[in-house]
C-alpha cells in the first residue's frame, strides 16, 4: 500500500503508508523516518521514498540543505528491518537481495550529496541507521544517542559502508565496535568521529525553529554550521572509550579473534580487568564465522575507497543468506526468542581460517 506525499517544491512522490514524512520549510527538505514503534527500522519502501526525494532535491535549486530524522524519542534508525528480509529468503524472493543494492545506493547518495544534510541522531542509531548518517555533512548526537553496529549479534557482518567507516577511526577503535557490536553514547561517538556536534535533546525543537528562520548565505554549510555552534558543542568530557583505548588497540590488533579472546582473559591488570572479562564473554555470545568475517573485511576496508567498500559488502551479502549466520541468528534473537543460536561453527576454536577465506574469493579477482 503507497500513500503521496507532497512538498512543496517537488510535487508528490511514493511513500509506502507513511513511512517518510516529507516537509520543506525555509528551503530545507525535511525527511522523518516515520516508523516509530518499529525504531524507524529501514523497509525497501522506505529505501526508495528516500533515494527519490534526495534524487529530486538535488536538482531544485530551492533546496538549500536536507534534515534527516527519525519520528519518536527512542531511534534515529535502528536498522534494516531484518525480519522482512528474513521472510523474503526463506520465501524464496528477492526482496533481501534488491534491498542491499538499493539501500547501500541511498548510502552513497548521502556520502555524495552536494548539499549538506543534517542527521539527528537522537535514539537507537544501530546498524542501516548508521548507513544513513555516517554519510550526512553533519551529524547531532544526544544524551539519548546510542550509535552501534551490532550485526554479529545476529550473526551478520556491519555493512552499509562500516567496512569503510569503522576502520577509519583513531586506532583499533572501529575494529573493536565492529567485531564486538557494542553501543556506544555522544561522548564515545564524538571522540571516534562517529558524530560532529553534541546537542541536549531538549534544545531540539529550538534547532527546528532556528532552522526555519535561518538566513541563507553563499555556504549553506557553514549557515548551518554557524547555528549548531550556538547550540551545542563539539567534545563531550571524559568519554569511556578515551581510557579503554590503549586496551583496545591492544588486543583488537592481534592476528584473529581466538587470540583476542585468549589474552583477554588473560589480563591481571586491576582498571582493565573487568572490562577484557566482560569482553571476551561478550565475544564468545557472537557468531565466531560473522566476527572473523567482519575482521578481515575491516581490515581489508581500511585500504579501498568507498566504493570499494560498498562493492565489498555487497559481495559478502550476495554469499551470506546462504552460507553465514544470519537466517539462524535472527531465528533465535526475533522468531523463536530461544536467544540460543546455533552457531556455524559453534566455537571460536572451531573457525577455518580457509573457509573464512572463501567469502572473499572473487572480489580480488574484479580489480579491488
Known amino acids: 500500500m503507497t500513500a ?34 518499529g525504531l524507524n527500522a529501514l523497509t525497501l519502501g522506505m529505501v526508495r521514498s528516500l533515494q527519490q ?42 526482496l533481501h537481495q534488491d534491498f542491499f543494492v538499493e539501500e547501500y545506493a541511498l548510502d552513497l547518495t548521502i556520502h555524495h550529496y552536494r548539499k549538506p544534510i543534517l542527521a539527528l541522531m537522537d535514539g537507537f542509531v544501530l546498524g542501516g541507521g548508521m548507513g544513513l548518517a555516517q554519510g550526512a555533512d553533519l551529524r547531532v548526537v544526544t544524551e539519548r544517542s546510542r550509535l552501534g553496529m551490532p ?21 583499533e577503535l572501529g575494529i573493536y565496535l565492529g567485531v564486538s557490536g557494542v553501543q556506544i553514547g555522544a561522548a564515545d561517538a564524538l571522540y571516534c568521529g562517529l558524530a560532529d556536534w553534541y546537542l541536549d535533546s531538549d534544545k531540539l525543537d529550538r534547532l527546528d525553529e532556528r532552522l526555519d528562520h535561518l538566513e541563507w548565505h553563499d555556504a ?10 550556538k547550540l551545542g558543542m563539539q567534545q563531550l568530557p571524559a568519554p569511556p572509550l578515551a581510557d579503554l583505548r590503549p586496551a583496545i588497540d591492544h588486543f583488537f590488533a592481534l592476528a584473529d579473534v581466538p587470540s583476542m579472546v585468549e589474552q583477554l582473559r588473560q589480563v591481571t591488570v586491576a582498571n582493565s580487568h573487568e572490562w577484557a572479562l566482560k569482553t571476551a564473554d561478550l565475544l564468545e555470545t557472537r557468531s565466531p564465522l560473522a566476527m572473523a568475517v567482519t575482521l578481515e573485511m575491516l581490515r581489508r576496508g581500511r585500504h579501498l575507497s568507498l566504493e570499494d567498500c560498498f562493492t565489498l559488502e555487497l ?6 543468506f546462504e552460507r553465514g549466520d544470519l ?17 556455524n561453527p559453534p566455537t571460536l576454536e572451531a573457525l577455518d581460517k580457509r573457509h573464512v577465506a572463501s567469502f572473499f574469493d572473487g572480489f580480488d579477482d574484479h580489480g579491488n
Open 151 to 171: 550485526e554479529v549479534a545476529i550473526g551478520y557482518f556491519p555493512d552499509v559502508g562500516g567496512s569503510y567507516f569503522l576502520p577509519r577511526i583513531s586506532g
Open 220 to 229: 549553506p554549510l557553514k549557515d548551518l554550521q554557524g547555528l549548531l555552534a
Open 315 to 320: 559481495h559478502l551479502d550476495r554469499q551470506w
Open 327 to 343: 537466517i539462524e541468528g535472527v531465528r533465535a534473537l526475533l522468531i523463536d526468542k530461544d536467544k540460543n543460536p546455533r552457531w
Open 53 to 94: 526525494q534526495l534524487d529530486t532535491w538535488a536538482l531544485d535549486p530551492q533546496i538549500r540543505a536536507v534534515v534527516l530524522r527519525g519520528a519518536g524519542d527512542k531511534a534515529f534508525c535502528a536498522g534494516g528491518d531484518i525480519r522482512s528480509l528474513y521472510d523474503s529468503h526463506k520465501q524464496g524472493d528477492n
Open 4 to 37: 503521496q506525499v507532497s512538498s512543496q517544491a517537488s510535487g508528490p512522490i511514493e511513500a509506502v503508508a507513511h513511512e517518510v514524512l516529507v516537509e520543506v520549510r525555509n528551503h530545507i527538505g525535511h525527511l522523518t523516518l516515520n516508523r516509530p514503534a
